[in-house]
């Protein structure tokens, strides 16, 4: 079996359906090459929603969200002006908010592990209730063996193997924005790009460590200072409310249909159009994860000609991954023939 780390990949993921609402989703860096405010518009309608996968900072706090930033320079910079721009351009658009579907690291106490030989081990920091059982079924059940957790592991490697299935938590924050809309609260922020000479970065300890960002690096922050072009009302998910999101997890990655998949299902029913910008295999595993755990709430039911449309498309989504993971697999070696005598 090669140990290959899997080319990363940067898309545009894109379901159709016959609803009204239309939402952007950013759920990676935004490395495309640098779009002007006034010339490209990613949204569709101006009734779309934006929701971003990154949770809140201040400049005081160190690094920000791992996707408005990226290890090299001249890419990082392209990030933080793009999420720039396009706050810029939302704030023009309509008068919704900016959908944060981030928890900051130290509320998240669910994390798992992908072990050499191609199983998982869950560490709850919070109760002794075991998921594996649950997993072990949702693995089996989308046809994952333990060959290719080794294979896709490798993308965790600077994580040493581990992941807290980030993504799919957001994705949860995302449906339970129309769902559970009191698991939000409001603040009005302005975003901030912030350049690495600035002087607040000064006197900054992150873990007891003295922190600044790298010569060059251009940072995205957000603050309360007014700026008419930029400041607008962002939503962001109220501390304690992890608990509800894990709980709905679980029963989206469970073998029978239940209420939180039903919710799901109408979330995209409910849709004309989801895009989601992901990056498969970039430093972690939770994208792909995510869009299967979405593929799994159309499961252990009938399904409606529109919700079979909907599973068609998440399914072309997923299909090409599945087939890189696989062309990675050495194949079992041939068994050496029988001497003769």
Same mark, same amino acid.
């Given at each position: 079996?090669?140990?290959?780390?899997?080319?990363?990949?940067?898309?545009?993921?894109?379901?159709?359906?016959?609803?009204?609402?239309?939402?952007?989703?950013?759920?990676?860096?935004?490395?495309?090459?640098?779009?002007?405010?006034?010339?490209?518009?990613?949204?569709?309608?101006?009734?779309?929603?934006?929701?971003?996968?990154?949770?809140?900072?201040?400049?005081?706090?160190?690094?920000?969200?791992?996707?408005?930033?990226?290890?090299?320079?001249?890419?990082?910079?392209?990030?933080?002006?793009?999420?720039?721009?396009?706050?810029?351009?939302?704030?023009?658009?309509?008068?919704?908010?900016?959908?944060?579907?981030?928890?900051?690291?130290?509320?998240?106490?669910?994390?798992?592990?992908?072990?050499?030989?191609?199983?998982?081990?869950?560490?709850?920091?919070?109760?002794?209730?075991?998921?594996?059982?649950?997993?072990?079924?949702?693995?089996?059940?989308?046809?994952?063996?333990?060959?290719?957790?080794?294979?896709?592991?490798?993308?965790?490697?600077?994580?040493?193997?581990?992941?807290?299935?980030?993504?799919?938590?957001?994705?949860?924050?995302?449906?339970?924005?129309?769902?559970?809309?009191?698991?939000?609260?409001?603040?009005?922020?302005?975003?901030?790009?912030?350049?690495?000479?600035?002087?607040?970065?000064?006197?900054?300890?992150?873990?007891?460590?003295?922190?600044? +960002? =790298?010569? &060059?690096?251009?940072?995205?922050? !957000?603050?309360?200072?007014? #700026?008419?072009?930029?400041? /607008?009302?962002?939503? *962001? +998910? =109220?501390? &304690?409310?992890?608990?509800?999101? !894990?709980?709905?997890?679980? #029963?989206?990655?469970?073998? /029978?249909?239940?209420? *939180?998949?039903?919710?799901?299902?109408?979330?995209?029913?409910?849709?004309?159009?989801?895009?989601?910008?992901?990056?498969?295999?970039?430093?972690?595993?939770?994208?792909?994860?995510?869009?299967?755990?979405?593929?799994?709430?159309?499961?252990?039911?009938?399904?409606?000609?529109?919700?079979?449309?909907?599973?068609?498309?998440?399914?072309?989504?997923?299909?090409?991954?599945?087939?890189?993971?696989?062309?990675?697999?050495?194949?079992?070696?041939?068994?050496?023939?029988?001497?003769?005598?």
């Amino acid at each position: 079996m090669s140990s290959t780390r899997l080319n990363p990949s940067y898309q545009m993921d894109i379901i159709k359906s016959s609803g009204e609402k239309s939402s952007l989703e950013v759920a990676g860096p935004l490395i495309m090459e640098s779009f002007d405010q006034n010339q490209i518009d990613p949204f569709i309608t101006e009734n779309d929603y934006l929701f971003l996968q990154a949770e809140i900072k201040t400049v005081k706090e160190g690094n920000p969200a791992s996707n408005l930033r990226f290890p090299n320079k001249n890419t990082n910079n392209i990030v933080v002006e793009n999420i720039y721009n396009l706050y810029k351009i939302y704030q023009r658009l309509n008068e919704n908010p900016v959908v944060i579907t981030s928890y900051p690291r130290n509320q998240r106490y669910i994390s798992f592990k992908m072990n050499e030989d191609g199983t998982f081990t869950i560490t709850n920091k919070k109760t002794n209730d075991d998921y594996h059982e649950i997993l072990n079924q949702f693995l089996e059940s989308c046809n994952i063996t333990k060959e290719m957790i080794k294979i896709i592991r490798q993308s965790s490697e600077r994580a040493k193997y581990n992941t807290y299935m980030a993504d799919i938590i957001s994705f949860l924050l995302k449906v339970n924005y129309f769902h559970m809309p009191e698991l939000f609260e409001e603040k009005n922020l302005t975003p901030e790009i912030v350049e690495s000479i600035d002087e607040r970065f000064n006197d900054i300890i992150v873990n007891d460590q003295s922190w600044r +960002p =790298k010569d &060059g690096f251009n940072s995205l922050y !957000y603050s309360e200072n007014y #700026n008419k072009n930029v400041t /607008q009302k962002f939503m *962001i +998910p =109220k501390p &304690g409310t992890i608990d509800k999101v !894990y709980y709905q997890m679980w #029963n989206l990655l469970s073998n /029978q249909d239940n209420g *939180i998949k039903l919710m799901v299902r109408h979330f995209f029913t409910n849709s004309q159009i989801v895009q989601r910008w992901s990056d498969y295999w970039e430093s972690d595993v939770d994208d792909w994860f995510t869009i299967l755990a979405i593929i799994n709430a159309f499961k252990y039911t009938t399904l409606t000609n529109q919700e079979e449309e909907i599973l068609k498309q998440l399914k072309s989504i997923v299909s090409p991954l599945y087939e890189n993971i696989k062309s990675q697999i050495s194949p079992e070696p041939e068994p050496e023939p029988e001497p003769e005598y």
